[in-house]
């Protein structure tokens, strides 16, 4: 029988038991409370107005229930989806809230977990590390350099506070130099959102919806553009980096953002690599995108696909479910809606090869994946 395309996702989270440790040995957000009701999950109180003490504890902040920590559970999900290869990444808030002598001891403790879950399922499970960004830049450099001994990190996942003060600074060159000589890509992923101040005094009444579909997007923006505008790629040209959800609105907005640098006084002049006169970085946002960006498939809709395909090529996109988060609304269903959506949006709008790249190619190129040729069996990818 010949083998089916591989599907990979390269998008899905997990909270290792190192991490899991850490939130509970905490009392300031983020951390782990644990209900007094027998066998309740314990609830991660995540985000600032999580930490209410007027709600009952198991109202506050959301359940962490096994899909979010147990590796078996996420390889049924797999199972269950036809995936053939999954790239875990630990799941916000990282590591950005420790002390900078606790960072490097907890990123080598997460990291040694990942590697070691992923070598038990050989081919089956690679990881994005985590990087101590509390740290200073040597010792952030240091867990780089470490990584090379972890076979199964193919990258390194990052929020978008960098060092305190966002992506576009330049403290943060030295890590940027030993990620782009290691090429490692970044996983470029939000947390933060915007400030809620923006959703309004009736915020509370649409719970999560402003911040995660809106916030979580510009955040992704935001945090890109202005490694952009501040020359990031100019100075790493051999960059890689993976942006979550297709890029926020990096793709929509692409067009914008760039007529906005050529009439922005501010920035000198001079001659782009097609010898007219511009303003700003000196590579162009298209080249950049073409050159360094990958995004995600993570965005619910073929409009969605076909304009992170149109920006950065369909050999730069790849498929991913955010695994545990946006789970079937009925509980125990097999099949998650939110998956199903992301692949039919996938193959929906791309031809046999695009699908192809997307679904798998694309991220066995990217990261390097070694998968063996049984895992790739009954792909639901019919006539590809
Ligand atoms: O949409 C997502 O990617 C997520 C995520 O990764 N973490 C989270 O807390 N909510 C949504
Ligand atoms: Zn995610």
Redesign the pocket.
Known sequence: MASEPPVIDI?T?IYPSSYISLLRSRTTVPYLLYPFEKGASPRLI?LPSDDDSSLPPESRG?PIDPSYTDIGVKLKFMSNHHITASVISL???WLDFLSPKEGPKWARMINDELEFTCSRDQGKLWAFATLPLSASPLDIVTEVDRLQTLPHIRGIILGTTGLGNGLDDPNLDSIWAALEEKQLPIFL???YGLPSSLYGPRASEYG?VLP?SLG?PMETTIAFTRMWLSGVFDRYPKLKLLI??SGGTIPFLAGRIDSCVKHERHFPEHSNEYGEKSRGPERSLDRVLFDNIWLDA?VYSETGVRAAVDKVSYKKVLFGT?HP??PPLEGGAEKWASVETNFDAVTGGQDNAGSRAILGGNAIELLGLEINPGEAENSPVEGL
């Open positions: 998008h989270h995540i959301r799941a916000n808030p992923h939000p947390h999560h995660l979580f979550a959800h993570v955010d988060f946006f």
